[in-house]
T-cell receptor, first 113, second 114 residues
Framework: NAGVTQTPKFQVLKTGQSMTLQCAQDMNHEYMSWYRQDPGMGLRLIHYSVGAGITDQGEVPNGYNVSRSTTEDFPLRLLSAAPSQTSVYFC????????????FGPGTRLTVT | SQKIEQNSEALNIQEGKTATLTCNYTNYSPAYLQWYRQDPGRGPVFLLLIRENEKEKRKERLKVTFDTTLKQSLFHITASQPADSATYLCALENYGGSQGNLIFGKGTKLSVKP
């Protein structure tokens, strides 16, 4: 199993550009989520999904969009990038039949100039 | 809203000693608490989960306690090694949110010196 994969690993955007961060998992997990991690702030939940076709907002959803058309994929879209979105982004998945321990991807380091 | 705090940003200890990390929470009673390890440039990795009705859980050199009266979890690494150097995160289920929706502490960076 590849586990949770994320692409790209690094990305630089200009203010106002849009892009999609990709996330995929091959563990047949129902639950998937996106976090951002900033120095001194810890991991903060952006959006999450409890299954295909179902998404919901987390703590810091503004400026981001998600969709979940398949169990495997959960892309995160930045609609109009801002410098405040400079961060490291992690995708995670977990099984609802377990105790929700989360499996994280390797992260995407995004810089918005 | 619930808060989760890890009381030290950094902890430095000598190899062979026991490292003890603290996680405190307020405003509600979670059904379980989790601990993760994060190495620089990598995603967090799950280590242990402890339920509210468990006082203690062990895994090799790791031990976690959960005191629901004090609203505190302690994470111990015995016979610590330089390879244990990493940031350790505690996480709670987010009360009122969907199951599996976690909130994380900011982490404690552990450095084990030879």
């Amino acid at each position: 199993n590849a586990g949770v994969t994320q692409t790209p690993k690094f990305q630089v955007l200009k203010t106002g550009q849009s892009m999609t961060l990709q996330c995929a998992q091959d563990m047949n997990h129902e639950y998937m989520s996106w976090y951002r991690q900033d120095p001194g702030m810890g991991l903060r939940l952006i959006h999450y999904s409890v299954g295909a076709g179902i998404t919901d907002q987390g703590e810091v959803p503004n400026g981001y969009n998600v969709s979940r058309s398949t169990t495997e994929d959960f892309p995160l879209r930045l609609l109009s990038a801002a410098p405040s979105q400079t961060s490291v982004y992690f995708c995670a998945s977990s099984s609802r039949t377990g105790h929700y321990e989360q499996y994280f991807g390797p992260g995407t380091r995004l810089t918005v100039t | 809203s619930q808060k989760i705090e890890q009381n030290s940003e950094a902890l430095n200890i000598q190899e062979g000693k026991t490292a003890t990390l603290t996680c405190n929470y307020t405003n509600y009673s979670p059904a379980y608490l989790q601990w993760y390890r994060q190495d620089p440039g990598r995603g967090p990795v799950f280590l242990l989960l402890i339920r509210e009705n468990e006082k203690e859980k062990r895994k090799e050199r790791l031990k976690v306690t959960f005191d629901t009266t004090l609203k505190q979890s302690l994470f111990h690494i015995t016979a610590s090694q330089p390879a244990d150097s990493a940031t350790y995160l505690c996480a709670l289920e987010n009360y009122g949110g969907s199951q599996g929706n976690l909130i994380f502490g900011k982490g404690t960076k552990l450095s084990v010196k030879p």
